[in-house]
């Protein structure tokens, strides 16, 4: 064997890149695992693992059942944090096959160039580094490796729909889909429902899919009515809860993206900055170029992940215009275009431009991972005093364990004095760390807390918890919060010389409704 032999016997291979990518981020989330304390959209589902139902108020119910077994063996912070990190591991396992899959042919991996003609991308296994350059793009952002830690409702939709995608793929390259399909197909879409009410635009896709590639022969297929009876029956739980609960869950969601009468440009414009820096200036910017490419939508592979990603975008931009979008609620839009932004630049990997964009954000991008992920296992940067990014999810644990030692101060062992918080998310975080105890939330609004632990009662004495960026001292002498609030304890929690937040202890008195 000759020395060029060799090197090319040992050239690595795209899926054993992949394997490494995943296997180092996985060992990151690890370690993480056991070092961060939960955030607070963390902390309410393991609550809700610890208290199943057949769903729940603020989302449907599969975010939750998915912690019950962890949740039953490993009640911790790190064992809250067991099934995100394996749902981040399919994820890639997913986006990786969906990716080669439908850019596999040359009739299918192609991109169109400026003069009008296709180029293809079926060059010796192309469509495989298509895959591991997906992944790349996928833990090159900020928010999916940070979703990849932390237990959402979008981590399992995710997965779901990428199993989606690629079962429609399958069925569109038949003649006539086989009885197993659409059923899988009717399980896959109940359970995505299950996972949150956005999924409503998985029918929006599907019929899309159905007319522009006019397949109304569908429509005389059983396996498609036996589809729709499966999907139902998933989602029977859902709505079981609702009809036992005045539909609550059901209201809640259609006032949480309407309540705003006006449809405001300077809140879409925030919430595309926030996407802008999260999701990576590149995958951004390329995104959008894609959705209104035109020829994207004469192409089946690239079509059929746009009529999945665009209604997505499309709710979520008219939404909010009304309530600015958290950056993770749009994540499975971004999702579904990294395959097509990946294909695109492998098309025009010659050109230097596409070179230098790739080279910077992949700089950038490892410059950017190496500071979150540090910075998420010790807050090394130095920030004034009540100004750390982090302080919204930091010393939630401590903040606890005080509470608990002024409980015994102030109240009588059997009967201590009860805890209130002005905000659901502040009770999960509270909640996670005092359990058994229920926590109250002073707001007057319906949240989960009301379902678990019943309302405060008028009259009511209570320790109230307040950290630094609540207003301080705490609204009194109204309805829905106490008549007289006396300071007890103020906490700062220091780190590296600075103080990253503090927290107040109120005992207070008489709670009016």
Same mark, same amino acid.
């Given at each position: 064997?000759?020395?060029?032999?060799?090197?090319?016997?040992?050239?690595?291979?795209?899926?054993?890149a992949s394997v490494l990518l995943v296997l180092l981020?996985t060992l990151v989330h690890i370690v993480l695992a056991?070092?961060?304390?939960?955030?607070?959209?963390?902390?309410?589902?393991?609550?809700?693992?610890?208290?199943?139902?057949? =769903?729940?108020?603020?989302?449907?119910?599969?975010?939750?059942?998915?912690?019950?077994?962890? *949740?039953?063996?490993?009640?911790?912070?790190?064992?809250?944090?067991?099934?995100? /990190?394996?749902?981040?591991?399919?994820?890639?396992?997913?986006?990786?096959?969906?990716?080669?899959?439908?850019?596999?042919s040359p009739d299918q991996a192609c991109s169109f160039?400026?003069?009008?003609?296709?180029?293809?991308?079926?060059?010796?296994?192309?469509?495989?580094?298509?895959?591991?350059?997906?992944?790349?793009?996928?833990?090159?952002?900020?928010?999916?490796?940070?979703?990849? *830690?932390?237990?959402?409702?979008?981590?399992?939709? *995710?997965?779901?729909?990428?199993?989606?995608?690629?079962?429609?793929?399958?069925?569109?390259?038949?003649?006539?889909?086989?009885?197993?399909?659409?059923?899988?197909?009717?399980?896959?879409?109940?359970?995505?429902?299950?996972?949150?009410?956005?999924?409503?635009?998985?029918? /929006?896709?599907?019929?899309?899919?159905?007319?522009?590639?006019?397949?109304?022969?569908?429509?005389?297929?059983?396996?498609?009515?036996?589809?729709?009876?499966?999907?139902?029956?998933? !989602?029977?739980?859902?709505?079981?809860?609702?009809?036992?609960?005045?539909?609550?869950?059901?209201?809640?969601?259609?006032?949480?993206?309407?309540?705003?009468?006006?449809?405001?440009?300077?809140?879409?414009?925030? =919430?595309?900055?926030?996407?802008?820096?999260?999701? #990576?200036?590149?995958?951004?910017?390329?995104?959008?170029?894609?959705?209104?490419?035109?020829?994207?939508?004469?192409?089946?592979?690239?079509?059929?992940?746009?009529?999945?990603?665009?209604?997505?975008?499309?709710?979520?931009?008219?939404?909010?215009?009304?309530?600015? =979008?958290?950056?993770?609620?749009?994540?499975?839009?971004?999702?579904?275009?990294?395959?097509?932004?990946?294909?695109?630049?492998?098309?025009?990997?010659?050109?230097?431009?596409?070179?230098?964009?790739?080279?910077?954000?992949?700089?950038?991008?490892?410059?950017?991972?190496?500071? *979150?992920?540090?910075?998420?296992?010790?807050?090394?940067?130095?920030?004034?005093?009540?100004?750390?990014?982090?302080?919204?999810?930091?010393?939630?644990?401590?903040?606890?364990?005080?509470?608990?030692? !002024?409980? #015994?101060?102030?109240?009588?062992?059997?009967?201590?004095?009860?805890?209130?918080?002005?905000?659901? =998310?502040?009770?999960?975080?509270? #909640?996670?760390?005092?359990?058994?105890?229920?926590?109250?939330? #002073?707001?007057?609004?319906?949240?989960?807390?009301?379902?678990?632990?019943?309302?405060?009662?008028?009259?009511?004495?209570?320790?109230?918890?307040?950290?630094?960026?609540?207003?301080?001292?705490?609204?009194?002498?109204?309805?829905?919060?106490?008549?007289?609030?006396?300071?007890?304890?103020?906490?700062? !929690?220091?780190?590296?010389?600075?103080?990253?937040?503090?927290?107040?202890?109120?005992?207070?008195?008489?709670?009016?409704?």
């Amino acid at each position: 064997m000759n020395m060029k032999d060799r090197l090319h016997s040992h050239k690595i291979e795209p899926h054993q890149a992949s394997v490494l990518l995943v296997l180092l981020m996985t060992l990151v989330h690890i370690v993480l695992a056991f070092q961060v304390e939960l955030g607070g959209d963390e902390a309410h589902y393991a609550l809700y693992g610890l208290m199943p139902d057949w =769903s729940y108020f603020d989302h449907p119910p599969l975010v939750g059942w998915l912690q019950i077994l962890p *949740m039953w063996l490993f009640p911790t912070d790190w064992g809250a944090r067991i099934v995100p /990190i394996s749902l981040y591991v399919l994820l890639n396992i997913l986006l990786y096959k969906v990716t080669v899959t439908l850019f596999a042919s040359p009739d299918q991996a192609c991109s169109f160039s400026e003069t009008g003609s296709e180029v293809s991308a079926h060059n010796g296994g192309a469509s495989h580094w298509l895959g591991f350059w997906s992944l790349i793009a996928l833990n090159g952002t900020l928010m999916f490796p940070l979703m990849g *830690m932390g237990q959402l409702p979008d981590n399992p939709l *995710m997965v779901i729909v990428l199993g989606l995608v690629w079962l429609v793929w399958q069925m569109l390259q038949t003649e006539q889909a086989s009885l197993k399909q659409w059923l899988l197909l009717g399980l896959l879409v109940g359970l995505a429902a299950l996972s949150k009410y956005t999924a409503v635009t998985l029918v /929006i896709s599907l019929l899309l899919v159905m007319m522009v590639e006019k397949r109304w022969d569908w429509l005389k297929q059983a396996g498609l009515w036996l589809a729709v009876v499966v999907a139902l029956l998933v !989602i029977t739980p859902l709505l079981y809860w609702n009809a036992m609960h005045e539909w609550a869950s059901f209201l809640y969601q259609l006032h949480h993206g309407t309540h705003n009468p006006d449809w405001r440009i300077a809140r879409f414009l925030r =919430s595309q900055a926030a996407q802008f820096v999260v999701y #990576t200036p590149l995958l951004f910017l390329l995104g959008w170029w894609m959705m209104f490419k035109i020829r994207n939508y004469q192409n089946q592979a690239t079509r059929l992940l746009l009529l999945f990603a665009v209604p997505v975008f499309v709710l979520f931009a008219w939404g909010s215009g009304r309530e600015e =979008s958290l950056p993770h609620w749009p994540a499975l839009a971004w999702l579904l275009l990294i395959p097509i932004v990946v294909n695109w630049l492998w098309q025009s990997r010659a050109k230097l431009t596409v070179k230098i964009a790739v080279a910077t954000q992949l700089a950038l991008s490892l410059v950017l991972s190496l500071i *979150m992920h540090s910075f998420l296992f010790t807050p090394w940067i130095p920030f004034e005093d009540h100004k750390n990014p982090i302080q919204g999810e930091y010393g939630w644990k401590q903040a606890a364990e005080t509470a608990l030692q !002024i409980q #015994t101060e102030l109240g009588k062992d059997e009967d201590p004095l009860p805890l209130f918080v002005s905000n659901w =998310s502040y009770a999960s975080h509270l #909640t996670w760390y005092v359990r058994p105890q229920p926590v109250y939330v #002073t707001t007057g609004k319906q949240t989960q807390f009301e379902f678990w632990f019943g309302k405060a009662q008028a009259g009511m004495d209570g320790l109230l918890v307040v950290p630094h960026y609540e207003k301080i001292p705490p609204q009194t002498n109204q309805t829905n919060r106490f008549e007289r609030c006396e300071l007890v304890k103020k906490l700062p !929690i220091r780190t590296n010389g600075s103080i990253i937040v503090s927290y107040y202890f109120y005992h207070c008195t008489n709670y009016l409704r």
